[in-house]
């Protein structure tokens, strides 16, 4: 339980972060609040030989708005995202992810581009990112690009960030006012990762489902966005036959592993019933 | 007298004796960081150990390469077997009379054993050098399921015995075979299976678990040269012991060894036995001259050192159809691990789990547990538990919840119909114990009362109906446990371990301004000693509880005593304290008579002091007396004003109580709430009822994470799972349900004071109540016995082979 060695850098602007990526070469890794890389680290799965700590850079911390879009800096951490007022009111989804990882100590420090960059299936943020349409945003010596969160990743622990590259920000589009939303997330306990989740974010014209995106979270090798699912409830008012086929849908993509949490069969069912029960809360919520 | 002079009840209040709720005096350095725990024993030019643990659950070990490690910045010595031949501490003996490697010889027999250990400058290098160690396995084939040890073709765990038809408690039936440990009339129980109108069996197993104490083992270990002396800082429940044992298998004279347990961070019975790292860190100072300190991490913890349970109980009830229980027959298969290393007293290879009758009045009974090696982590310890106690409360009241579904009677009934009646104490049970008190009608009557048993099973009824009609899709569970502990090993007749007799110690030493010191040879690990034992002295000897310093764990200055573990304290070591207070009381009483002028049968106690009878003025106080001891004792009396009392405890004590919990089950999810929980225990005179409560809110949320999730799993190829707190249960706060608690008093006829220790109770009586909980949620759905744990995968398994799981319908 104890890593082995390391340099150490800290540099201090998002210039100097790229440069040393870039030169670093793949023995290099960003640092943010490292509450999943050191814990790798200690266990000795991940050895890298340079921590570029991403924590000295201003510019990628922070929560702004542009024009229909919430740009998110990479360095941005969960609490800091529950104590947002602009968060609370354009995309309480997040919140309500956020309370739902880990502790208050991990979200002092758990950063939401370390989340989203990690490439862990267990982390929560990935599938709510891909219910909102949010894009990534990925900067290397070679200049800066967008990569939208649903093409980003590609496998457990293998994402679109090509090496030398970093994650800046997220941008996100300002979904409609009254749109609904819900995080379902069961778990065994707090700061557990989940055994099965899903996001949803909706709107309701009608009394019918207008539009629809979800997330599903730890229920395959990476976080999926279930379109099929979605499809089955739109232009429908969430009557119970459209729910089990958006159930059914969604865990027809489903792919979980066995693990403490329990067998593949169970944990593709529960995450049949995390999407029936965030479409209706979802659902509740809209106006 | 003056209106200054208090009341009584104020010198009482002063006092803080026994029955007071005083505030645990340990926590003011626990609640401010102030604790000294064996990490913060830092020394000058001290060296870490750390282990090279094997991946292979079985495998031989052809090569050992130490060449890489030791150029390893830091890393001065790398220790293997092959190093320990020549102090001969390749193997050390355990506990339960069975030898087990320090490190591999030859082959190694679980997951994460010591295969070599490397010492360093510090810590970081240490672990660089374990990484850099390169060791060759063969890999054998692993035996892992208990149920196939005996096989005629499994593979040969121990080589070194496996020719040996004896074992240390009796002959070995196959070459993975411990022992055998029958108790009971076997005759006889088969006669009443045979006439009984009613039977039922079941196999009810006991998941490995693991105490898993917030601070791991750990210690340091220093060797003076000079003077040649070893002093060693762990984390030991029982210091004493571990001195005896250095002394025999190190070969020192035992004066030259001191053992110092110092602040201990939770033990429940991790800490009781002697594990290689101590063996490592003793050799590793001895041969580089260094103190070397090791420090067990999480993984190490959960998966080496000691694990508890896995005991498999083929459980069988014979009864009329009326619901009198007329014969109880359990065939145990333990699974020990690679070593039989089992903290138990040495006759006991099964600990005391033939308190399986429990709280009811078996007739006859009949016990045989086998032990078996499997390429697991050994161990065995009482996690929070008298010896083997816990599987066995679980066991008998698992069964006869099965009797009463089987019965069609309700599980509470069947208990009242059954329980051992007040007028039968002293009790002999049916497998040889000797039940000091207990009132078990009473306590579950009160139990009953408390939480409307009656009107819950109306509610249950209702919902069970609404279940069916599809109108809701949870369940309900009532789970009732009424238990029987068995404490306070042990009487020297039929307790010890490795030889030594299992009584306790205290000295008290009063100091002339009436202040004084205690020491016994017990040691807390959380359970607030210092508190309590000093409020034993005061009532006793009217000194009150702030004027004692209580003082354990330094085998220099403290007497021998056997430790901590077992809920013994209170039993035993508690009774060396009043006994050795009353030892200093018949002195003091001499001293008044000669102050007041009187004979001294015609003093009278009273509080704080004596007083002359009849003459209430005619009155010394106890701060008095101290002063006098010193300064001017009777004619012909030795001055000073102290006592030692070796307690053997005739007999065991009994703690008994009844458990009820409520619990709700979605069985979609298998998610579970558990709404309500009532605990009423009876463990004789309360010393610190808030200190009591607290044990029992500890001992309750242990007994929710084994029953609703801890398990040490192992797959086929014998790697072990669970090995870390992400999937070792560990329940938090926001988990953890609300815990009511009650109690009655039955104290203990043989013991000085009455108590009988409660620490484990809740443990043991509290995983079947939640167990029971969730079998009686699923049994009107044709549901018999659903094995721990209960997490929520499991619950909707359950539901699953019970057929009430459907798939949402794709079109
Ligand atoms: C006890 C515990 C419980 C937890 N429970 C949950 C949970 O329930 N749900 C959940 O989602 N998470 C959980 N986490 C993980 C936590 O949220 C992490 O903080 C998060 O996954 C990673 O964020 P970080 O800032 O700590 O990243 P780090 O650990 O610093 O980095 C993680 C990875 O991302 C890379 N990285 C970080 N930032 C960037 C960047 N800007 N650009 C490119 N690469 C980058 C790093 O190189 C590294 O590979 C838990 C963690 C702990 C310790």
Known sequence: MIPGQFDYHRPASLAEAVHLMATLGEDARALAGGHSLIPMMKLRLATPAHLIDLGGIGALKGIRRDGDHIVIGATTTQHDLLASAPIAEALPVLQEASRLIADPQVRYLGTIGGNVANGDPGNDMPAVMMALGANYRLEGEGGAREVPAAEFYQGAYFTALEPGELLTAVVIPVPPAGHGFAYEKLKRKVGDYATAAAAVVLTMAGGRVATCRIGLTNLAEVPLLADAAAQAVIGTDLDDASLQRAAAAAMAIMQPAADGRGSPDYRRHVGGIMVQRALKRAAARAS | ?811
């Open chain 2, 1 to 811: 007298m003056n209106d200054m002079t208090p009341t009584r009840e104020e010198r009482e209040a002063r006092l803080e004796g026994m029955g007071c709720k005083r505030k645990r005096v340990e926590d003011i350095r626990f609640t401010q960081g102030k604790g000294n725990y064996v990490d913060d024993v830092k020394l000058p030019g001290m060296l870490h150990g750390d282990f090279v643990r094997s991946p292979h659950a079985h495998a031989r070990v052809k090569a050992i390469n130490t060449e890489a490690a030791l150029k390893v910045p830091g890393v001065l010595a790398v220790i293997t077997a092959e190093t320990l031949k020549t102090v001969n501490l390749a193997w050390m003996p355990t506990l339960a009379g069975d030898v087990q490697m320090v490190l591999a010889d030859g082959k190694v027999l679980f997951q994460n054993q010591e295969v070599a250990f490397v010492v360093a400058t510090d810590r970081y290098a240490a672990d660089d050098g374990i990484n850099a160690v390169e060791v060759e396995y063969e890999p054998l084939p692993p035996l892992v399921d208990p149920f196939k040890a005996m096989a005629p073709d499994a593979p040969v765990l121990r080589e070194d015995i496996k020719d040996k038809s004896d074992g240390a408690h009796g002959p070995r039936k196959h070459y993975n075979h411990i022992f055998e440990w029958t108790v009971g009339d076997k005759d006889l129980t088969d006669v009443a299976f045979r006439k009984a109108e009613v039977t039922i069996k079941e196999l009810i197993s006991y998941q490995r678990v693991h105490p898993s104490p917030l601070e791991t083992c750990q210690c340091v270990c220093s060797f003076d040269k000079i003077k040649g002396e070893l002093t060693i800082w762990g984390t030991f429940q029982a210091p004493h012991v571990i001195r005896t044992v250095v002394a025999l298998i190190a070969k020192l004279p035992e004066q030259k060894i001191h053992v110092i347990s110092p602040d201990i961070g939770g033990g429940f019975g991790n800490k009781v036995g002697a594990y290689p790292g101590y063996i490592c860190a003793a050799v590793a100072s001895i041969v580089t001259g260094k103190p070397v300190k090791w420090v067990e991490d999480r993984m190490e913890n959960l998966t080496t050192t000691s694990f508890a349970r896995d005991y498999h109980m083929t459980t069988e009830i014979a009864a009329t159809k009326e619901g009198k229980v007329t014969g109880l027959r359990v065939h145990v298969l333990a699974d020990h691990g690679a070593f039989d290393a089992c903290a138990d007293p040495s006759k006991w290879p099964a600990g005391f789990f033939n308190i399986v009758t429990g709280s009811y009045d078996f007739p006859t009974a009949h016990l045989a547990v086998d032990g078996v090696y499997t390429n697991k982590a050994p161990g065995g310890v009482a996690y929070r538990c008298s010896f083997r106690v816990t599987e066995a409360a679980y066991c008998i009241e698992r069964g006869m919840d099965i009797l009463a579904q089987k019965l069609n009677m309700d599980p509470a009934e069947l208990r009242l119909k059954n329980f051992v009646r007040p007028e039968q104490f002293p009790y002999h049970s049916a497998l040889g114990w000797e039940y000091d008190s207990g009132d078990y009608h009473t306590a579950m009557t009160k139990a009953m009362e408390t939480v409307d048993y009656a009107g819950l099973r109306r509610e249950q009824a209702a919902r069970r109906e609404a279940f069916k009609r599809g109108e809701t899709r949870e369940i309900m569970g009532i789970g009732v446990s009424f238990f029987t502990e068995i404490v306070g090993a042990g009487p020297s007749k039929n307790c010890d371990i490795l030889g030594i007799a299992m009584f306790d110690s205290c000295e008290i030493r009063l100091h002339p301004t009436g202040a004084g010191i205690a020491r016994m040879g017990t040691k807390s690990q959380g359970q607030g000693h210092e508190t309590t034992w000093a409020q034993i002295i005061a009532t006793e000897i009217g000194i009150p509880a702030d004027n004692i310093m209580v003082e354990e764990g330094n085998t220099d200055t403290a007497p021998y005593g056997l430790g901590t573990y077992g809920s013994r304290s209170t039993p035993v070591a508690g009774a060396a304290i009043a006994m050795a207070a009353r030892k200093i009381k018949a002195k003091a009483q001499m001293i008044a008579a000669y102050k007041l002028e009187v004979h001294e049968d015609d003093l009278e106690w009273d509080i704080d002091g004596f007083r002359v009878k009849g003459l209430p003025e005619k009155f010394l106080g106890m701060k008095d007396i101290c002063w006098l001891a010193y300064n001017s004792p009777p004619p012909g009396m030795e001055p000073g004003l102290e006592a030692v009392s070796y307690y053997d405890p005739p007999n065991m004590t009994y703690p008994f109580g009844a458990y009820i919990c409520v619990m709700d089950i979605d069985v979609d999810t298998g998610v579970y709430k558990v709404r309500r929980f009532y605990a009423l225990d009876d463990c004789g005179t309360r010393i610190n009822p808030m200190i009591i409560e607290g044990q029992v809110h500890g001992g309750l949320t242990e007994a929710f994470a084994i029953a609703m999730g801890q398990e040490i799993h192992y797959d086929e190829a014998g790697n072990v799972l669970g090995g870390s707190f992400m999937d070792f249960f560990l329940p938090t706060a926001v988990e953890t349900p609300h815990w009511e608690t009650d109690f009655t008093v039955t104290p203990s006829p043989h013991h000085p004071i009455g108590a009988k220790g409660v620490g484990e109770s809740p443990n043991v009586g509290g995983v079947p109540a939640f167990s029971n909980a969730v079998n009686d949620a699923f049994s009107f759905l044709g549901s018999v016995h659903i094995q721990m744990p209960h997490d929520f995968w499991r619950n909707w398994q359950a539901a699953k082979d019970l057929g009430l799981i459907r798939e949402p319908a794709a079109a």
